[in-house]
């Protein structure tokens, strides 16, 4: 029968599964990126040091197992390879070396590392896709730390008290960033339970974003639900739109006056109207408002910076000692000693333009390549595991594309992450394809058809 014997299951006969210290690797990047996103360790233990310690263990298994080579073959990998080295030819000329190299050491370093290993350690698309949910299960566990032990004092937006998520903005995005990957989960799930479990995930994720008061984060949120809305058929916009208002009216009849308020608040003229919402909380608007003044400011500022040193920039991390020299020289006790509030022009002022179009191009280069494995692997039950694996990796990406307008996080993590799981992913998914959509062999034609027709009657012999 036509298409029987195509398998429909992911193979456990997968490449690159030999290599020890790959697997030892992979086994403790999961772990390790299970750690960095669910953030546990910055409410309970923290003095255990476990993430530093998986790192390193990392670090050691990429160069034994030389995951890195791997990595770096990708367009992807090349591209940050080339933001490394021109971040370190941006330090003989920054404004203060000493602090450039340790940003360089300290910080970046780390997320290279990270690329290095999540690109380089997945070996096989089950790997990468054990990952991703990994990924999702850690942002779970970050949405449900962000419940129980976040806090809302001062500025009424949702924050952690200490560890990377003590910013509302990059908590709505690491927030934000997990609903793509519980999309995922319903998208592969079977059965109702899951499907409920997955789609309530999601909900109390957007809730939990909508309370950090992060006006990126809608903004991030619209984009990808527009994107989402253009994909889907003409039933499935309908869907999205019948969806979309009742969640709408749900998170806002969820959500405090005064966030709803803040939300509104983008520019200095929206201060002058009133609000009569019981609420109403005008410390924060007025917070909201200078935000967005001291934001157009510093935009304005390091996009001066990048015309001014287009090639070198004024060193990597350099931008606030820059401002707070300017601010000195016109006559200021000191500068805002804040960062850019937009990733790309911080790229660009403390590296210069060279350095922008790498970052960019890691970022354009892990958008293309999930979105045309999803466009080759949609509509095919057989690859659908792949499909939806694309599917949420492309949106988590335009999540960080359009949320890094609104925040300074060039050097982090994030992007390696993302970026080292699109790599994984586009040097898998294409064995699995194959394997997958391979026709069946031939079934063996039984051994009575090659037998002479002689010997199909008993007692006769051959004439000759």
């Known amino acids: ?150 806090s809302t004092e001062e500025t009424g937006r949702l924050f952690l008290p200490t560890g990377k998520f003590a910013n509302p903005k990059e908590m709505a995005q690491a927030l934000r960033l997990g609903i ?17 479990f997955a789609s309530g995930v999601m909900l109390f994720m957007l809730v939990m974003v909508s309370k950090c008061g992060s006006r990126g984060a809608l903004i991030a949120f619209g984009v990808t639900a527009f994107c989402a809305f253009l994909r889907a058929p003409v039933i499935g916009k309908l869907k999205m739109v019948v969806g979309g208002v009742v ?18 608040t983008f520019t200095e003229d929206q201060h002058q109207t009133g609000l009569t919402d019981k609420d109403y909380d005008s410390a924060m608007e007025g917070f909201a408002v200078s935000s967005a003044v001291q934001r157009q400011y510093l935009l304005t500022k390091s996009i001066q910076y990048t015309i001014q040193h287009p090639l070198f920039g004024v060193g990597p991390g350099m931008f606030t000692v820059a401002e707070d020299a300017d601010a000195k020289a016109e006559g200021k006790r000191k500068g805002s000693w804040q960062g850019t509030h937009n990733s790309y022009t911080q790229v660009s002022s403390e590296i210069g333009i060279p350095g922008l179009i790498a970052y960019a191009a890691a970022i354009f280069l892990s958008l ?78 039984p051994f009575e058809q090659f037998r002479p027709a002689w010997r199909t009657t008993a007692g006769l012999s051959p004439q000759v």
């Open 1 to 150: 029968m036509p298409g029987q014997g195509i398998p429909t299951t992911i193979s456990t006969d997968v490449p690159g599964s030999t290599n020890a210290f790959a697997r030892i690797g992979f086994g403790v990047l999961v772990f390790f990126l299970f750690l960095i996103f669910s953030r546990i360790f910055d409410v309970k233990f923290s003095s255990l040091h476990i993430p530093g310690i998986s790192y390193r263990v990392i670090l050691v298994m990429v160069l034994l197992s030389r995951a890195f080579l791997r990595a770096l073959k990708s367009d992807i990998g090349r591209w940050l390879l080339f933001f490394t080295v021109w971040m370190a030819c941006c330090i003989p000329v920054s404004m203060w070396r000493g602090g450039s190299w340790m940003l360089l050491r300290d910080q970046w370093w780390f997320s290279f590392v990270v690329f290095l290993a999540t690109a380089g350690l997945v070996v096989n698309f089950q790997q990468c896709r054990k990952a991703i949910y990994t990924m999702a299960w850690a942002f779970l566990v970050l949405t449900l730390v962000a419940k129980f032990w976040g």
């Open 247 to 264: 969640i709408l009216a749900i998170v806002i009849g969820m959500m405090p006056g005064r966030l709803v308020r803040r939300y509104t």
């Open 180 to 196: 793509p990957l519980w999309w995922m989960f319903l998208l592969d799930a079977t059965g109702g339970a899951k499907k409920v």
């Open 368 to 445: 293309i390549k999930t979105s045309r494995l999803y466009s080759k692997t949609r509509g095919d039950r057989r690859l659908a595991q792949i499909a939806n694996c694309a599917i949420s990796l492309h949106y988590c990406l335009i999540v960080y594309a359009v949320s890094v307008f609104f925040d300074y996080i060039a050097y982090t993590a994030m992007l390696s992450v993302f970026a080292g799981l699109a790599a994984a992913l586009d040097a898998t998914a294409g064995w699995e394809m194959d394997h997958l959509t391979a026709p069946a062999p031939a079934e063996p034609i």
